[in-house]
């Protein structure tokens, strides 16, 4: 109980509330525009053909492969300290999954469905956003889902580019050797992680068609 209690003086202390604002704002701004990015190229790239396949497979594999904070830091050189390098940082990290969920979903959708929205009459752009991206909504949600987590627990590397965010108090105690500091960054990381994870499942649930909603049969009595 001690060390609860030190925590919590601790987050007190360390400007918590203002921290945890700043980090959900950052996590909000990288997501929000790695989410519109990310949806826009997969349905382009799933429009063009076999080179924007290799493309999209590419720039995810990279996206996973460079670390975020050799991208924040690059970043840093090109402008300055602040919010924005940050920003920009957890949105390159949050592209790759979007990116390639959307192209997927887009790109798997039944032709047949396609041909026949066709045959009703309907435009490009009607059959894109009544058929194609409806079918689609489950995996791009999913992506948006994992760059949703990924953003909000990789967020807390803005402290040591001087944008703010719950990194700061682990950062704090880290060097300070403190541990009831150091808990009171990483707890509030790993609740805000926690819920990122359940709000984006029940969004992915609320938004998927409710004919590709998988889900169990209600079970009868036998002889009902």
């Known amino acids: 109980m001690s060390l609860l209690a030190d925590t919590w003086d601790a987050f007190r202390a360390q400007d918590g509330w203002g921290q945890t604002w700043t980090h959900v704002k950052l996590s909000v701004v990288a997501l929000g525009l790695a989410a519109v990015a990310g949806v826009a190229l997969g349905v382009v790239a799933a429009k063009v053909g076999r080179l924007a396949s290799f493309l999209v497979i590419t720039v995810s594999n990279l996206g996973r492969t460079v670390p975020t904070f050799a991208i924040i830091v690059l970043i840093l050189a090109l402008t300055s300290i602040g919010f924005w390098p940050a920003a920009l940082g957890l949105f390159a990290l949050g592209v790759p999954p979007i990116l390639l969920n959307a192209f997927t979903g ?20 009607q059959v894109l956003t009544r058929v194609e991206l409806p ?25 040591l580019v001087g944008s703010g965010g719950l990194g700061v108090i682990v950062q704090s ?10 808990l009171a960054g990483a707890i509030p990381i790993t609740i805000l992680a926690a ?30």
């Open 173 to 182: 105690g880290l060097a300070n050797g403190q541990t009831e500091v150091l």
């Open 195 to 224: 819920l990122a994870e359940v709000l984006f499942a029940g969004t992915e649930r609320l938004a998927t068609p409710r004919g590709l909603r998988i889900g169990r049969a209600p079970m009868t009595k036998e002889g009902t």
């Open 135 to 159: 079918l689609a909504v489950p995996l791009i949600f999913a992506g948006i889902r994992t760059s949703a987590v990924q953003i909000v627990a990789t967020a807390a590397l803005a402290g």
């Open 106 to 125: 887009i790109r798997d959708v039944d032709p047949g469905a396609v041909e026949a929205s066709r045959g009703m009459g309907l435009t490009p752009l």
